[in-house]
């Protein structure tokens, strides 16, 4: 790790001062930042802690209707929320879908927009990374892309976007809050990160440098779907791994028919991937098996895999659009499933150590 | 740079000067307080072995820059057993037999404590081993460390029904205008 300056500003104007320093990072849980400092691959002259700025860890429903959550709200804060479970449940089920017990207790909302890829190429400081380094290539052809983008991707960088969160966050139409020195401006979520272009441009977050994520907002539509919604993730693991896919499906059904429907999908493109087509798809149609696949279809339409070792990944998408529509339909559940997004029925049998059996394997 | 930080660990205040910003909670812990007991496996936040309590939450002390933990509280494993007694998810992973080589006994402890706090899991086994997904057992005592963690949720109900029933007893008594 190099060496840097550390300061903790007192308020949100003096951090956007320190911030605009040009080798300043902002440090809030830490969780991401901290572990690219130990692999080299941030480097920031000066870290600016502002984890204790007062005004930014709130969640609070305005006069609209609508949820303002804070940047600094922890991810584990933010599941636990009330406000949160009943307006978007699939928004907990997500958050709780991601890493660990410990790290969802000090990660942030802010922190988790702003979440680095974990293409490998990218993580490896030795590896040349259009992301990293822009113009300076891209290890990852020819090398392992098994996890790497079906949608969106360019020659430049076929990376995928690792949170969770931001797969709900997006469907549900959330917003940026984010404050500048000259003032403050919002970019919705699913938009929030750009896609990789031509000529070495990577993309990444639509963060001016110096500025500050403030708060994510819920608008007070997303309620509508709480009573159906979903997040299904596969992984390569049944806890603590990142999607391979996943998908976010949120639906108003009235009298047997989708009033309105909201899909994305996570773990196939460099950001969020809000599917608009599929949403377009199923307004008006009854909440069935061929209407989940038509939409499915309809999201999934322009993906190509970026190399034959995630071709895998396209058909995978389908399958896992139709699971999580399908679930929605059938209603949210009343509590948080023991495995959340979990395409798996939990086991439920208790260890029993003390009693050890090996009757099975004596036939 | 030089930085003073204020902490408080297993309740006892210390000051730690830092000439460098750089190390982390789990570095200062180990190298600065003496207090061993916290593990460095990964050192980035994949394994919790180095898993305390940050102002009550447990979290991967790895990754936390010791500098922005200044004023907090902080528990480690050497802060958990009272009066000469073990603290009861202590005594269950003894006597469940929750380890092999002990590594990352600290950290799965520290990480049982902040979950029965969380209080989401019950004694559902599916809920604990999803809860403890954060710390990995080379060894794989899984099933062990599973049972422990049960067996310590019912002990503390257990515990709890006990405190809550001489609560019970005592306001009888107050109301019959008998002496606590």
Same mark, same amino acid.
């Given at each position: 790790?190099?060496?840097?300056?550390?300061?903790?500003?007192?308020?949100?104007?003096?951090?956007?001062?320190?911030?605009?320093?040009?080798?300043?990072?902002?440090?809030?849980?830490?969780?991401?930042?901290?572990?690219?400092?130990?692999?080299?691959?941030?480097?920031?002259?000066?870290?600016?802690?502002?984890?204790?700025?007062?005004?930014?860890?709130?969640?609070?429903?305005?006069?609209?209707?609508?949820?303002?959550?804070?940047?600094?709200?922890?991810?584990?804060?933010?599941?636990?929320?009330?406000?949160?479970?009943?307006?978007?449940?699939?928004?907990?089920?997500?958050?709780?879908?991601?890493?660990?017990?410990?790290?969802?207790?000090?990660?942030?909302?802010?922190?988790?927009?702003?979440?680095?890829?974990?293409?490998?190429?990218?993580?490896?400081?030795?590896?040349?990374?259009?992301?990293?380094?822009?113009?300076?290539?891209?290890?990852?052809?020819?090398?392992?892309?098994?996890?790497?983008?079906?949608?969106? #991707?360019?020659?430049?960088?076929?990376?995928?976007?690792?949170?969770?969160?931001?797969?709900?966050?997006?469907?549900?139409?959330?917003?940026?809050?984010?404050?500048?020195?000259?003032?403050?401006?919002?970019?919705?979520?699913?938009?929030?990160?750009?896609?990789?272009?031509?000529?070495?441009?990577?993309?990444?977050?639509?963060?001016?440098?110096?500025?500050?994520?403030?708060?994510?907002?819920?608008?007070?539509?997303?309620?509508?779907?709480?009573?159906?919604?979903?997040?299904?993730?596969?992984?390569?693991?049944?806890?603590?791994?990142?999607?391979?896919?996943?998908?976010?499906?949120?639906?108003?059904?009235?009298?047997?028919?989708?009033?309105?429907?909201?899909?994305?999908?996570?773990?196939?493109?460099?950001?969020? #991937?809000?599917?608009?087509?599929?949403?377009?798809?199923?307004?008006?149609?009854?909440?069935?098996?061929?209407?989940?696949?038509?939409?499915?279809?309809?999201?999934?339409?322009?993906?190509?895999?970026?190399?034959?070792?995630?071709?895998?990944?396209?058909?995978?998408?389908?399958?896992?659009?139709?699971?999580?529509?399908?679930?929605?339909?059938?209603?949210?559940?009343?509590?948080?499933?023991?495995?959340?997004?979990?395409?798996?029925?939990?086991?439920?049998?208790?260890?029993?150590?003390?009693?050890?059996?090996?009757?099975?394997?004596?036939? | 740079?030089?930085?003073?930080?204020?902490?408080?660990?297993?309740?006892?205040?210390?000051?730690? &000067?830092?000439?460098?910003?750089?190390?982390?909670?789990?570095?200062?812990?180990?190298?600065?307080?003496?207090?061993?007991?916290?593990?460095?496996?990964?050192?980035?936040? %994949?394994?919790?072995?180095?898993?305390?309590?940050?102002?009550?939450?447990?979290?991967?002390?790895?990754?936390?820059?010791?500098?922005?933990?200044?004023?907090?509280?902080?528990?480690?494993?050497?802060?958990?057993?009272?009066?000469?007694?073990?603290?009861?998810?202590?005594?269950?992973?003894?006597?469940? &037999?929750?380890? %092999?080589?002990?590594?990352?006994?600290?950290?799965?402890?520290?990480?049982?404590?902040?979950?029965?706090?969380?209080?989401?899991?019950?004694?559902?086994?599916?809920?604990?081993?999803?809860?403890?997904?954060?710390?990995?057992?080379?060894?794989?005592?899984?099933?062990?460390?599973?049972?422990?963690?049960?067996?310590?949720?019912?002990?503390?109900?257990?515990?709890?029904?006990?405190?809550?029933?001489?609560?019970?007893?005592?306001?009888?008594?107050?109301? %019959?205008?008998?002496?606590?």
């Amino acid at each position: 790790m190099n060496l840097f300056d550390y300061v903790r500003p007192a308020t949100l104007g003096e951090a956007l001062g320190a911030a605009a320093h040009p080798g300043a990072a902002v440090l809030a849980g830490g969780t991401n930042l901290v572990d690219l400092m130990k692999a080299g691959v941030a480097r920031p002259e000066r870290i600016v802690d502002i984890s204790r700025l007062p005004g930014l860890s709130e969640i609070e429903t305005l006069e609209d209707g609508a949820i303002r959550i804070g940047a600094l709200v922890g991810n584990a804060a933010l599941a636990r929320h009330p406000a949160v479970k009943a307006a978007a449940p699939a928004v907990a089920e997500a958050v709780l879908a991601g890493a660990s017990a410990q790290l969802r207790n000090k990660a942030s909302v802010g922190g988790n927009l702003l979440q680095a890829t974990r293409c490998a190429y990218f993580g490896d400081p030795a590896s040349a990374c259009n992301r990293r380094v822009p113009g300076s290539g891209c290890d990852a052809k020819g090398g392992d892309r098994r996890g790497h983008a079906v949608l969106g #991707w360019s020659d430049a960088c076929s990376a995928t976007n690792p949170s969770d969160l931001l797969v709900p966050l997006a469907a549900l139409g959330a917003v940026v809050e984010i404050a500048g020195q000259d003032g403050t401006r919002e970019v919705p979520v699913a938009e929030f990160h750009t896609l990789p272009g031509a000529d070495g441009d990577a993309g990444g977050p639509q963060l001016r440098h110096g500025e500050i994520v403030t708060a994510v907002r819920l608008p007070a539509d997303a309620a509508r779907f709480a009573a159906a919604s979903r997040y299904v993730k596969v992984r390569e693991r049944t806890s603590f791994a990142f999607a391979l896919v996943s998908a976010a499906a949120a639906l108003d059904i009235e009298d047997g028919t989708i009033r309105a429907a909201r899909l994305a999908l996570g773990g196939v493109a460099a950001r969020p #991937w809000r599917a608009a087509e599929a949403e377009a798809a199923l307004t008006g149609k009854a909440p069935d098996a061929a209407a989940f696949q038509a939409a499915a279809e309809a999201a999934m339409a322009q993906a190509r895999p970026s190399a034959e070792d995630n071709a895998f990944k396209i058909a995978l998408a389908l399958r896992v659009a139709v699971r999580a529509l399908t679930l929605a339909a059938k209603g949210t559940p009343e509590r948080m499933p023991a495995l959340p997004a979990s395409v798996f029925a939990p086991t439920l049998s208790a260890p029993s150590p003390s009693a050890p059996s090996f009757q099975g394997t004596a036939r | 740079m030089p930085l003073t930080l204020h902490l408080t660990v297993n309740g006892e205040a210390h000051r730690v &000067d830092l000439t460098d910003p750089r190390p982390t909670l789990l570095d200062v812990l180990r190298e600065r307080i003496g207090l061993t007991g916290t593990k460095k496996g990964c050192d980035r936040g %994949q394994c919790g072995a180095c898993t305390v309590l940050l102002d009550g939450q447990r979290v991967n002390s790895c990754l936390v820059l010791a500098a922005s933990a200044d004023g907090a509280e902080v528990t480690t494993i050497e802060g958990l057993s009272a009066d000469g007694a073990l603290h009861p998810v202590q005594a269950a992973f003894i006597e469940n &037999d929750a380890f %092999q080589c002990g590594f990352c006994t600290p950290g799965q402890v520290m990480s049982a404590v902040g979950l029965l706090a969380e209080g989401e899991t019950g004694g559902d086994p599916e809920r604990i081993r999803e809860g403890m997904s954060g710390n990995l057992c080379r060894c794989a005592a899984y099933p062990g460390i599973t049972a422990a963690v049960m067996d310590a949720f019912a002990r503390m109900e257990a515990a709890e029904g006990e405190r809550a029933d001489d609560r019970a007893r005592t306001e009888d008594r107050a109301r %019959q205008g008998e002496p606590a």
